[in-house]
């Protein structure tokens, strides 16, 4: 009981309700842009409690194998999603979620927390070498997401298909050694980039849930999202038909958010509480993990999945993901922060969700 009391006293996990809102609606045959709204935000407070159990088994689990926990699961629910659509043949969704999740953590998030923090607390400090550190590591992995979409727009057209399969497959492998390497770095230094506190951890809450309640919530959790991901992505192609966005719109915009919106709201949170070099790790952790560890993996997954998946992004894709990255690194040069630096990245981020909107073919 102690232990659904602490759930029920968190707001976000009421949009737990939405759960058997979505089944509902998919079972009845409702609009589709309902049944996709509502399996939505049936994702975020499950994507929080995948979070949660994930945190819980990493604190019993000592700092080692904690932080491996929550440097590999730390985007689980966004990774299940894609996943799924991947299944489905929706590979333009998946590849535009990479993006998104790249741009809309760095712009978004972590704007919005400058400009929430700065409100509040006036000039912000950050840890400046920690923050460049991983901007710099951040860059090279989106300029080794970049090549192949680089070697087609070079070869003009005249690439052989398999070349690209291939050229993608030993550009995710490497990534996925670097990730490896940046593991073994974790664990032999301090504060690396990839052992980043999760949006659990900042809270610093105290948890009733022993290992096997975290196990037990993991498990349901895990299930939920790949149960409303299901009902997502299959209104996601009458969505297209019935409001006229593109399958890159959504896939840009909306995947990253619901999957992550627990800890993007805990990376304002500690922004406002004065806590700017939590903030930024957060943003930047994540972004890292999406480079380095999602993107690659969702390479593999879709050739044992039958539906390849190729890291060939459009340019205007390449600009956003390249400028999103050197405009941070330069914000974060000075370890300094203030409200209208963080208004100037959220108004670029919707700057470039309207492009995305506009973007033919998109």
Not at 188 to 198: E, H
Request: net charge negative.
């Amino acid at each position: 009981m102690a232990v659904f009391r602490q759930l029920l006293g968190r707001r976000l996990n009421w949009l737990l309700l939405f759960v058997p809102v979505a089944i509902a609606l998919s079972a009845s045959g409702a609009p589709a842009t309902a049944t996709l709204a509502a399996a939505a935000l049936g994702i975020i407070p499950l994507a929080g409690l995948l979070g949660e159990g994930t945190e819980v088994l990493a604190a019993y689990s000592g700092p080692r194998v904690g932080g491996l926990l929550n440097a590999t699961l730390g985007n689980a629910a966004e990774l299940i999603i894609t996943v799924v659509a991947i299944r489905e043949g929706l590979l333009e969704l998946v590849k535009a979620s990479i993006t998104g999740s790249i741009i809309g953590n760095l712009l978004l998030i972590l704007g919005l927390s400058m400009a929430a923090g700065g409100i509040r607390n006036g000039l912000q400090t950050f840890d400046r070498r920690r923050a460049l550190g991983d901007c710099i590591l951040l860059l090279l992995a989106v300029t080794a997401l970049a090549v192949p979409s680089l070697f087609v727009q070079s070869s003009a057209g005249i690439h052989e298909a398999a070349d690209v399969e291939v050229l993608s497959l030993g550009v995710a492998a490497l990534m996925i050694l670097t990730y490896g390497l940046g593991m073994l770095y974790s664990f032999r230094g301090d504060g690396a980039p990839l052992t980043r506190p999760s949006a659990e951890a900042v809270e610093a809450k105290p948890t009733l849930w022993s290992r096997r309640t975290a196990l037990i919530v993991l498990a349901a959790a895990t299930a939920g999202v790949v149960w409303m991901s299901e009902i997502l992505v299959r209104q996601v192609e009458p969505v297209i038909a019935s409001l006229g966005v593109s399958e890159f719109f959504l896939g840009v915009i909306l995947v990253p958010l619901i999957g992550n919106v627990a800890e993007h709201l805990v990376a304002v949170r500690v922004a406002v509480q004065n806590q700017m070099s939590l903030s930024v790790e957060i943003a930047v952790g994540s972004s890292l993990q999406i480079a380095l560890f999602v993107a690659p993996a969702l390479v593999f997954l879709s050739l044992a999945m039958g539906n390849p998946l190729t890291l060939v992004f459009n340019p205007f894709e390449l600009i956003a993901l390249v400028a999103s990255v050197l405009i941070v690194t330069q914000v974060a040069g000075d370890g300094e922060s203030n409200w209208l630096e963080g208004a100037v990245l959220t108004a670029l981020y919707l700057i470039f969700a309207f492009a995305f909107f506009l973007l033919p073919g998109g």
